[in-house]
């Protein structure tokens, strides 16, 4: 398999970045190219009295609060992939919800693997992955390499007569 052009994904978390130079390693090995996905995630709350209408100015600061924090996490990752002489473009989309903002990005740019870390709990009922990573897994044409903390694993149980 020739990887031509690798798609990272990123949350500026410092698993991210591991994954991120894994992702880096990996394209300077093929064609040398990587497309740096971050995805500007507004976070919003609920105003406390009823009838409170939410506030215009205080809505725009936390669009470009978010979009800043995405900037912010794809040029750390560009500037891991300039430093190893790999070519980087950069996709910072505005969403709610990254999953598929990823999986878009990814194939808008032709994109034949898709890098990321994951976070994802110890239990099997989330296939030990994160939201995030989990729906990517789940819902992308796309190979998926997904790399999870080793700290956050679950050590496996090798009592005798049991398999966990």
Known sequence: MFLERICIATD??????????????????????????????????????????????????????????????????????????????????????????????AEQHGCDLIVMGTHGPNDANRLFTGDVAGYVLANSPIRVLLLRDPHEAAQPDFTEGTLA
């Open 12 to 105: 500026g978390s410092d698993l991210a970045i591991r994954a991120a130079e894994l992702g880096v390693l990996l394209a300077s090995s093929g064609a040398g190219r990587v497309v740096v996905v971050s995805v500007a995630q507004p976070q919003f709350r609920i105003p406390d009295s009823e009838g409170a209408a939410p506030d215009a100015q205080a809505a725009q600061g936390e669009f470009e609060r978010a979009r800043q924090a995405a900037r912010a996490h794809a040029d750390t990752v560009g500037r891991i992939a300039r430093g190893s002489g790999v070519s980087c473009d950069y996709a910072t989309p505005l969403a709610s919800r990254p999953g598929p903002e990823i999986i878009r990005v």
